[in-house]
């Protein structure tokens, strides 16, 4: 075995692609320029650059709280898990919509990272933004199972429903969700229109609408289908661009669309016309 290994390392130093590893070796970064937008809301607004040492697997929220350690105890930002599950750390990273602890400093290119707060939300001081709104929509669409026919009543009588693997599938994609408002961040309809759900809430209309426990559909449709609702989404697709979990909320819309073509309320107008014969188009 030990001969075995002594020839693959040979074979590592003789081929050509060992020498292009070695070179990249040689050319990884042992420094970064990091710049971090600042405001407290009252003052102008600037960027603080920080000269900050990175490794291999340094990511941009390790940068980030090397700075805020050691250069600027001042920075505002917003951090939970470190592993990519909270969605706490979301911001601008080089002008993409990412999570500060899922991205290496080695995918980003260039010498100098740039960290901006969230777009869409409010500021409230550096790279920290307010929730509140988006939090909002979020509930709107009252994003819970519901079921009338439960037993809720008697606690000692259990309901169970089955559920076959197909059923999961419909919504367990959108079900990964955690909440970090980067695909609210990227959505140019929400930027021009505050009363908008955003992708994340619509999404999450649907993972509810498709679950076979719940039969709340109507209710939700009630809800999105207004002038400020589902139909305002233009589909542009940034949404499941940015989407870290790899939710793809812009599909989910679609799909809510497809569902509420039966059900709409304009749908609802139309088919009473054709019914009466005016309808000649």
């Known amino acids: 075995m030990n001969e075995l290994i002594k020839r693959i390392k040979m074979f590592r130093n003789n081929h050509p692609a060992g020498d292009e590893n070695a070179d990249n070796e040689k ?75 899922y991205t290496k400093i080695s995918e980003l290119k260039g010498g100098i990272v740039s960290c901006e707060p969230l777009a869409n ?41 089955i559920q076959k693997p197909e059923d999961v599938d419909k919504y367990l994609q959108f079900s990964y969700c955690i909440k970090c408002g980067l695909c609210y961040s990227a959505c140019p ?16 209309a649907y993972r509810y609408s498709v679950d076979n426990r719940d039969n709340a559909l109507g209710k939700r449709q009630n809800i999105i289908d207004d002038r400020h609702g589902i139909w305002r989404c233009h589909f542009a697709g940034s ?15 679609q799909l809510l669309r497809g569902h509420m073509l039966r059900f709409s309320k304009n749908e609802q107008k139309l088919a009473e016309l054709q019914d009466r014969g005016l309808d000649k188009s």
Request: glycine residues 6%.
């Open 189 to 204: 309809t929400v930027a021009t229109d505050t009363k908008f759900p955003g992708p994340q809430a619509l999404s999450q």
């Open 121 to 161: 939300f409010p500021q409230i001081r550096d790279l920290v933004t307010d929730f509140s709104v988006f939090f909002n929509h979020h509930k709107q669409i009252q994003p819970f199972i519901q079921n009338e026919n439960i037993q809720t009543e008697d606690r000692e009588v259990l309901t169970e429903y």
């Open 239 to 253: 949404c499941s661009a940015v989407c870290p979990k790899g939710v793809d909320p812009a599909l989910g819309i």
């Open 27 to 101: 050319n990884i970064r042992e420094k970064i320029n990091l710049k971090v937008f600042r405001t407290n809301g009252k003052s102008e607004s600037h960027f603080d650059t920080f000269e900050i040492p990175i490794m291999r697997w340094t990511t941009v929220l390790d940068a980030l709280l090397h700075a805020k350690s050691y250069c600027d105890s001042s920075i505002g930002i917003r951090y939970s898990c470190r592993m990519a599950s909270c969605g706490s750390c979301g911001m601008k990273i080089n002008g993409i919509p990412r999570l500060a602890c």
